[in-house]
């Protein structure tokens, strides 16, 4: 992730006083929906169109002294998503990396939870009713993990979008890690590399 350099979550956690910490989930669910009743989408994967107009994850920057990094993506959670988000938490179990950049002195978090279709649509439906929604967030969205025949459309083209930070990054290494593709499906992928 170019400009960042990753960190073991215990080195991220002694950083001096003058970093600051932000911590973003992916929220993804197995779904057995068919897209055109042929193209199996397997997996519902949930991203946020933020107010600058890139993408990213729910979530923002926490303060240490009011918990544990858990704590307070949890209660952004809660600001960003709404009371649905309060059905879940995510815990240290969910956490996946750290990354580190020079400038601003900011470390991010990653996470990915695992929901159930159920609880990942009511997140959907209420995220509208959110406190930051229309402020912060202005809406979110299915990343689609499909590929058309045309070799563009579906994932392809979702990835052309501008991204937050290493948003782009941390989603391509959650779809490889969690197996979110069809087997053999992500080598196949034509994926330029981030601007």
Request: a neutral charge; proline letters at 6%.
């Amino acid at each position: 992730m170019a400009g960042m350099r990753r960190l073991e979550l215990a080195e991220a956690l002694q950083l001096g006083p003058g970093w600051r910490h932000a911590c973003h989930a992916l929220l993804y669910a197995p779904d057995p929906g068919l897209l055109f009743g042929r193209i199996p989408l397997r997996y519902a994967v949930l991203m946020q169109m933020r107010f600058d107009g890139r993408l990213g994850f729910p979530g923002g920057f926490v303060d240490l002294r009011d918990g544990s990094l858990e704590d307070g993506l949890n209660r952004e959670l809660c600001e960003e998503l709404g009371e649905a988000a309060a059905a879940f938490r995510v815990e240290r179990a969910d956490y996946r990396s750290s990354h580190a950049g020079s400038r601003p002195r900011v470390v991010a978090h990653f996470y990915t939870k695992l929901l159930s279709l159920e609880q990942l649509t009511a997140v959907e439906i209420g995220a509208p009713r959110a406190r930051d929604h229309g402020l912060e967030v202005l809406g979110l969205v299915r990343v689609p993990l499909y590929t058309l025949r045309d070799g563009v459309g579906g994932l392809p083209a979702f990835l052309e979008n501008t991204f937050i930070g290493n948003a782009r990054e941390q989603l391509l290494e959650a779809i490889q890690n969690l197996g979110l593709l069809e087997p053999g499906s992500f080598a196949r992928l034509k994926i330029s590399a981030p601007p």
